[in-house]
């Protein structure tokens, strides 16, 4: 991979770190849906006003892409992960077993699309899950298995997201953000009122809170239209094995924002385990980059 894309990569998996933190405060500000739907409600208007639905190299919007990517990466992930941090599951222990999503990424995309994971691609995953898993075993004492199984399976839902991107191929990541989150927003919050009821729906309109809606604007913005935009552009660009492993660094932002706002330690096991994290993503990248070089050239030098 070209070392712009590396850097924007880093970046949002930055972001992504400490969106665990700002879910967390908007699960317990909220509820788990609302806060669900509101951001990806933010995410769609009123974008989807002036950007048109994305198109594939043959000039035909792939609504059935659309559709799975918002239902997969908006609806089931954020159903799944919210109601896991509103049941118990702690912000940074949910940064760490998502993650898994990664190697579910590479198992799919072996299955659906015939990629080949390399052998230092395999090699770097193992030392990377090596390390998240002495972060989550440290980090599990106490954690519900019902909360941790839904986190498992939001980590599903994400990797199936990625695969449907990569399918996708070259298709304008903002629009396929957009139009996702709309299709995202709306099963979500039909969700809410029907679970939750519609009253702090009502509530963020008639009595408006700066607070609530700025985690709903910091969810919306930073950690979806731009974290997605930039992401989709990458999985549109490389292999989905290879952008996949960025998110391995998700929990070390995750933990260090933990810790930082919610009070959370960072334990020495978990110090070890994010630098296996870092040395697992470093191996993967020895190889990818050279590899990348080879096969996009410089006509891919920028986002």
Do not use: C
Request: hydrophobic share 60%; proline share 5%.
């Amino acid at each position: 991979m070209r070392l712009g894309h590396i850097l924007m990569a880093l970046v949002v998996v930055a972001i992504w770190g400490f969106n665990f933190v700002v879910i967390k405060l908007s699960v317990d500000a909220l509820s788990p849906f609302l806060a669900a739907g509101g951001r990806f409600a933010l995410a769609a208007f009123p974008a989807i006003l002036f950007i048109r639905p994305p198109k594939l190299a043959n000039g035909k919007t792939p609504w059935a892409l659309i559709v799975g990517f918002g239902l997969t990466f908006g609806f089931e992930l954020y159903v799944f992960l919210n109601f896991s941090i509103a049941l118990g599951m702690p912000a940074g222990l949910a940064s760490v077993v998502l993650q898994v999503q990664a190697f579910f990424t590479i198992l799919i995309a072996f299955l659906v699309l015939r990629e080949r994971a390399r052998k230092m691609q395999i090699i770097g995953g193992i030392v990377a899950f090596a390390g998240i898993g002495l972060i989550g075993y440290y980090r599990f004492d106490g954690a519900a298995f019902f909360p941790f199984a839904l986190t498992i399976a939001a980590a599903i839902a994400w990797a199936l997201a990625n695969v449907i991107t990569r399918y996708a191929g070259t298709i304008n990541p903002v629009a396929l953000t957009v139009w996702g989150s709309l299709f995202a927003a709306i099963p979500l919050l039909i969700l809410s009122a029907l679970v939750e009821g519609g009253g702090q729906m009502i509530d963020l309109f008639v009595k408006p809170d700066p607070w609530k809606w700025g985690l709903l604007l910091f969810l919306a913005y930073p950690a979806t239209l731009f974290g997605l935009s930039v992401w989709n552009r990458l999985l549109g660009l490389y292999p989905a094995s290879r952008v996949a492993v960025f998110t391995l660094l998700v929990p070390i932002t995750g933990l260090f924002s933990g810790w930082a706002v919610l009070g959370e330690t960072i334990a020495p096991f978990e110090i070890v385990g994010g630098g296996l994290v870092i040395v697992g993503l470093g191996v993967t990248l020895i190889k990818t980059k050279s590899r990348a070089a080879r096969i996009y050239g410089r006509s891919n030098s920028s986002l």
